[in-house]
């Protein structure tokens, strides 16, 4: 099977069938459709039999395919596990796409980076910031190689650790709130300013609060905490955000309030494919883990 196809081949048609799309094997691959499209024809051709079923809406693999993509699975696993032995991976040239939550951007993404890069000089990060259910997204459909965001859950395809847990804290400019008390039993007039409304923090927020006062309470939401800081400075509301993510302005011109609102914690994990070729992606998640519990 080596002396049938090169392995630039073999990736091709193994992601290819991971992702179900030519697109995305091109996206992932750094190449172009016609190229993806153009290898899998010539393995058809020596083969005598299709790899995909195209008629599908995604793509499936055919009997011959699922065959194929065993073996090609398993080469690969070799490969990555013969770098990792070899200590190859540090050596690692491309681009792997990651995207982040904005908590992690305000606190300790700098540090990761510079730590990144010592360890893998010639990588290459194109970084997306969004809100954990786009991510989530982008990563089933093969868009970011992985993800720093919310968690946990299940991810098929990809592995996750645990990076670092973030109260959810109230911020107010003095007076604002009497006695810089956010209680359930005399809840401002003002709004409450926070994450976007598919986050936890809004939608426990709100539920909680319909389900205590009756009604549905005055929320404002936005993906930027900087924005939210901004809000919170101009007295337009109250902020609920995660503690360590104001700049140093913010907290000194804000105060913490006090809360009867039980709200559990911000706790973020780094995705990462696994398996094939994941051996720099699984570092990448620990250099995170490192720096993260490193009191960023």
Same mark, same amino acid.
């Given at each position: 099977?080596?002396?049938?196809?090169? %392995?630039?081949?073999?990736?091709?048609?193994?992601?290819?069938?991971?992702?179900?799309?030519?697109?995305?094997?091109? #996206?992932?691959?750094?190449?172009?459709?016609?190229?993806?499209?153009?290898? @899998?024809?010539?393995?058809?051709?020596?083969?005598?039999?299709?790899? %995909?079923?195209?008629?599908?809406?995604?793509?499936?693999?055919?009997?011959?395919?699922?065959?194929?993509?065993?073996?090609?699975?398993?080469?690969?696993?070799?490969?990555?596990?013969?770098?990792?032995?070899?200590?190859?991976?540090?050596?690692?040239?491309?681009? *792997?796409?990651? /995207?982040?939550?904005?908590?992690?951007?305000?606190?300790?993404?700098?540090? %990761?980076?510079?730590?990144?890069?010592?360890?893998?000089?010639?990588?290459? @990060?194109?970084?997306?910031?969004?809100?954990?259910?786009?991510?989530?997204?982008?990563?089933?459909?093969?868009?970011?190689?992985?993800? =720093?965001?919310?968690?946990?859950?299940?991810?098929?395809?990809?592995?996750?650790?645990?990076?670092?847990?973030?109260?959810?804290?109230?911020?107010?400019?003095? #007076?604002?709130?009497?006695?810089?008390?956010?209680?359930?039993?005399? *809840?401002?007039?003002?709004?409450?300013?926070?994450?976007?409304?598919?986050?936890?923090?809004?939608?426990?927020?709100?539920?909680?609060? %319909?389900?205590?006062?009756?009604?549905?309470?005055?929320?404002?939401?936005?993906?930027? @905490?900087?924005? @939210?800081?901004?809000?919170?400075?101009?007295?337009?509301?109250?902020? =609920?955000?995660?503690?360590?993510? =104001?700049? /140093?302005?913010?907290? #000194?011109?804000?105060?913490?309030?006090?809360?009867?609102?039980?709200?559990?914690?911000?706790?973020?994990?780094?995705?990462?494919?696994?398996? *094939?070729?994941?051996?720099?992606?699984?570092?990448?998640?620990?250099?995170?883990?490192?720096?993260?519990? /490193?009191?960023?």
């Amino acid at each position: 099977m080596v002396a049938m196809f090169s %392995f630039r081949s073999l990736e091709v048609f193994y992601w290819t069938a991971h992702l179900r799309s030519f697109s995305r094997a091109a #996206d992932k691959l750094n190449t172009t459709q016609p190229t993806i499209s153009q290898r @899998i024809g010539v393995m058809e051709g020596v083969i005598g039999s299709p790899l %995909f079923d195209r008629s599908a809406k995604p793509i499936a693999l055919t009997a011959t395919g699922r065959t194929l993509f065993g073996h090609a699975e398993l080469l690969l696993r070799q490969v990555a596990a013969m770098e990792r032995d070899l200590e190859l991976s540090n050596r690692f040239e491309g681009t *792997v796409r990651l /995207g982040v939550s904005e908590t992690i951007v305000q606190t300790w993404l700098a540090a %990761f980076l510079e730590q990144a890069a010592h360890h893998f000089p010639k990588l290459d @990060i194109d970084m997306t910031v969004d809100v954990t259910p786009s991510m989530l997204d982008a990563l089933r459909d093969g868009e970011i190689d992985m993800a =720093l965001m919310l968690g946990p859950t299940i991810v098929e395809g990809f592995s996750c650790i645990k990076l670092k847990d973030y109260a959810l804290k109230f911020y107010a400019i003095p #007076d604002l709130v009497p006695n810089d008390v956010f209680s359930l039993d005399s *809840v401002p007039p003002t709004p409450i300013i926070t994450y976007p409304r598919n986050t936890y923090p809004y939608t426990y927020l709100r539920e909680t609060m %319909f389900r205590e006062l009756g009604r549905i309470p005055r929320i404002f939401t936005n993906s930027s @905490i900087s924005t @939210i800081e901004k809000m919170a400075l101009d007295g337009l509301g109250v902020a =609920l955000v995660a503690e360590g993510t =104001l700049s /140093g302005h913010g907290l #000194d011109k804000l105060r913490i309030l006090k809360s009867d609102v039980e709200l559990q914690p911000l706790s973020f994990y780094a995705y990462f494919q696994a398996g *094939v070729r994941g051996t720099v992606f699984e570092q990448l998640a620990h250099i995170a883990s490192e720096v993260a519990s /490193g009191g960023g």
